[in-house]
């Protein structure tokens, strides 16, 4: 996939794309499911960045992510979440991951960064 190369970042969602052909998103999709699969840690605490009216997640509720759920066309990666007791799938791209492990928070950063820029 092409991605042109700016800043670290960009160097980083390069190395990730840069064995994808151009325009084939659901590979991408499914090439960033198997990075963030191998190297995240579940469960862990995010915190709402944005979100649709009417969703039950709103912007800085703080939510449980408990793992990555499925691959969605439109919405991309889709994590099992909790928020208080209830059960949710919500958008990886919409979240912030809180927490001290910085490599967590950039994977999931560079993911959302991508997929917004796609």
């Not at 990730?16 to 151009?22: G, M, S, Y």
């Not at 990075?35 to 605490?45: A, D, S």
């Not at 969605?72 to 919409?94: M, Q, S």
């Amino acid at each position: 996939m092409k991605w042109e190369i700016h800043s670290e970042q960009d160097r980083r969602i390069y190395e990730v794309l840069k064995d994808i052909e151009e325009d084939n998103y659901m590979v991408g999709l499914e090439k960033w499911e198997e990075i963030l699969k191998e190297k995240l840690i579940f469960p862990f605490e995010a915190i709402v960045e944005d979100s649709d009216d009417g969703c039950p997640m709103q912007v800085g509720d703080r939510l449980k992510v408990h793992g990555i759920g499925m691959i969605d066309d439109l919405h991309g990666i889709i994590v099992d979440v909790r928020k208080g007791r209830r059960k949710y799938a919500f958008e990886l791209c919409l979240i912030e991951v809180l927490g001290d492990n910085e490599e967590m928070k950039q994977l999931v950063d560079d993911y959302s960064v991508w997929f917004w820029n796609r």
